[in-house]
């Protein structure tokens, strides 16, 4: 038999390791950082990890298909989301995504999975665009199959999704008095990603958390004065972490690098913010940012 030229066998070679280590590979996009306050730079709540030519959107904030638009990622291959929980600055863009990603023939129904009351959530949505069904689907013959919704209620730790080698499990997180609320960890191949949801400092966070390659977490904080001044305020930054809890969470979990969502921040500045952990914590921080990249894997990539 022939040998090949060395030249040649070291360039399959070489092809041969990009392909593998490429295969090991998350991309996260940010497509929505911001809270319940309307906010043209902080669309609402939405986080897509793709793997594998597959994409997972967690939660489905105001906005979301625009942000979709803006990535340059095509609606109708969104068929997997998860909620955190059903606050309704998460959810209230999903009714977009999915009828929108319906009428540019998504091939496959989506499969929702979030906290006990998604279930209903998605059978009274689904009878509340019977409407539109009906004259779209007569008018153009969209999908039938494609336009009913997979839902599915979660209430305790659990693997929600495995598939060729991808893993993501729901894990209960503090955002009381909202029971469940969720946080979810993606794992693939050696890499993994924890998203927190909503959440005050939890040791249920800490534990999937712990030397995660990235981990995404919501961020809140407010002026002292101001604080101290609005009763209500205090009541909201009871169930959400601050500054000072998200430090101490950092320096016992140890992700490789964090970024921070669903800014929720008054008379504060982002700057101010990242400046209090870093007094205390000094790994890899970032705030975060709508359309913010983040490319997981030997390397961790912002863009």
């Known amino acids: 038999m022939t040998q090949l030229p060395l030249f040649v066998r070291l360039i399959s070679l070489c092809l041969l390791l990009w392909s593998q280590a490429s295969l090991a590979y998350m991309e996260v996009t940010l497509l929505g950082t911001g809270t ?28 979301t298909t625009i942000r979709l638009q803006q990535a340059g990622i095509a609606l109708n291959k969104i068929d997997h989301v998860f909620f955190t929980h059903l606050h309704s600055d998460h959810i209230s863009g999903f009714s977009d995504v ?47 199959a494609s336009f009913y919704l997979q839902s599915q209620d979660i209430s305790h730790d659990q693997i929600v999704y495995d598939e060729d080698g991808i893993t993501i499990t729901a894990f209960l ?8 609320a969720f946080g979810y960890r993606i794992d693939y191949d050696e890499e993994s990603i924890v998203i927190s949801g909503d959440t005050t400092y939890a040791d249920n966070v800490v534990k999937y958390a712990k030397g995660a390659d990235l981990l995404i977490h919501e961020i809140a904080a407010a002026d002292e004065g101001l604080l101290t001044r609005n009763p209500r305020l205090q009541k909201v930054l009871e169930y959400h972490t601050t500054p000072q809890q998200m430090s101490r969470l950092l320096q016992e979990s140890k992700p490789r690098a964090t970024v921070l969502t ?25 705030m975060g940012h709508d359309l913010m990249k983040i490319g997981v894997g030997k390397q961790i990539n912002f863009r």
Not at 38 to 52: H, N, Q, S, W, Y
Not at 132 to 139: A, L, M, P, V
């Open 262 to 286: 669903h800014v929720l921040l008054f008379g504060v500045e982002d700057e101010t913010v990242i400046d209090q952990i870093k007094a205390d914590y000094q790994g890899e921080l970032r």
């Open 173 to 180: 997180v503090d955002h009381y008095p909202v029971v469940p």
């Open 98 to 144: 999915w009828l929108t990603s319906w009428i540019w023939q998504r091939p496959k129904p989506i499969s929702l999975i979030g906290p006990t009351g998604t279930n209903d959530f998605a059978q009274h949505l689904q009878k509340a665009y019977q409407a539109d069904y009906s004259y779209r689907h007569k008018n153009t013959h969209l999908d039938t």
């Open 36 to 63: 319940p306050r309307p906010d043209a730079e902080r669309f609402g709540p939405a986080t897509l990890i793709e793997v594998k030519g597959r994409y997972f959107l967690f939660d489905a904030g105001r906005g």
